[in-house]
C-alpha cells in the first residue's frame, strides 16, 4: 500500500510525504522546518518517523529545511552522490528509483513502489522530458506532476521577458499543456490520480491545471482523480492498495 500527502507547494517551497507499506519518506524538504513540522502534525506524522529524505535538487525551495533534519533522517541526492539515473535504492519496504529531468539545476523525479506493484511518479522542476525518462511513466497507478504555468498568465502577466524565457525554456517549467500531453501519453486504465504540483501563484491557477489534466486523462482514464495541491497546507490522502 501506497500512501501520500503534499505538504505544500508553491514557488515558495515544496514536499511530499510517503507512507510505503509503514516506511515513510519525504520527497524534497522545501518548506520551513517549522512548517514541515506543522504540515507533518496536521497528518498525523512526526520528522521523527522520517526514514529518508529524497531530493529532486538544490533549489532553495526544495531543500529549505535539509539543513535542520540531515543530522537525523538520512538523505539521497545528487550532491550527496547518493543517486543515480535508473538505479533504486530500497529503503525498508520502499522501492525508490530517481530519474533525469530537464531544468538549470541538475534534478530528478522518482518512481516510488511498494511490494505488490504499486507505482507513484514524481515529476517536478522539468522543462521538458528527456525521452530516456519518458518510460519510468508507464504504468504508473498515481502521478504528482508539475503544471507550473499557463502560456496566456505568463505572457500577459508583469514577468520580465528574461525571466518568462527561462521558465518556458527546455531547463524551466512545465506548463499545462505540455502536462496535459504527458498525460495523454502515460495514461491508461490503471492511473487512479493525477496531483497538480508546483502550481506558481502568479501564472496559474488551480482551476486551469485541473482542466487540462482532466483532458489528459479522459481518454484512457476516464475514472481518474485529480486534485492539486495546496500552497501552505497538508493535501487529503490518496491511497493505492
Not at 165 to 173: K, L, Q, V, Y
Amino acid at each position: 500500500m501506497i500512501r501520500f500527502s503534499s505538504l505544500g507547494s508553491s514557488s515558495a517551497g515544496n514536499s511530499i510525504f510517503v507512507d510505503v507499506d509503514g516506511t515513510k519518506i519525504l520527497i524534497d524538504a522545501g518548506l520551513s522546518f517549522k512548517m514541515l513540522q506543522k504540515n507533518l502534525g496536521l497528518i498525523g506524522k512526526s520528522i521523527d518517523e522520517i526514514s529518508a529524505v529524497f531530493i529532486t535538487h538544490e533549489h532553495g525551495d526544495h531543500v529549505k529545511a535539509v539543513q535542520s533534519i540531515f543530522k537525523v533522517v538520512r538523505v539521497f541526492s545528487e550532491v550527496d552522490g547518493n543517486i543515480h539515473h535508473g538505479e533504486p535504492t530500497t529503503i525498508d519496504r520502499a522501492k525508490i528509483t530517481p530519474f533525469r529531468l530537464s531544468h538549470d539545476e541538475p534534478c530528478h523525479g522518482y518512481i516510488i513502489q511498494d511490494s505488490i506493484g504499486n507505482k507513484i511518479a514524481i515529476v517536478t522542476d522539468t522543462g521538458t522530458i528527456p525521452c530516456y525518462s519518458l518510460g519510468f511513466l508507464v504504468d504508473c497507478n498515481a502521478i504528482i506532476l508539475e503544471m507550473n504555468h499557463d502560456v496566456v498568465m505568463l505572457t500577459d502577466g508583469k514577468y520580465p521577458i528574461d525571466l518568462q524565457e527561462r521558465i518556458f525554456s527546455d531547463e524551466g517549467h512545465l506548463r499545462n499543456e505540455q502536462a496535459k500531453e504527458l498525460l495523454e501519453l502515460v495514461s491508461w486504465p490503471g492511473l487512479e490520480a493525477v496531483m497538480c504540483y508546483h502550481l506558481s501563484e502568479t501564472n496559474n491557477s488551480p482551476a486551469l491545471a485541473e482542466y487540462e489534466a482532466y483532458a489528459g486523462v479522459q481518454k484512457e482514464s476516464p475514472g481518474c482523480n485529480v486534485v492539486c495541491a495546496h500552497k501552505n497546507k497538508p493535501t487529503d490522502f490518496t491511497t493505492l492498495i
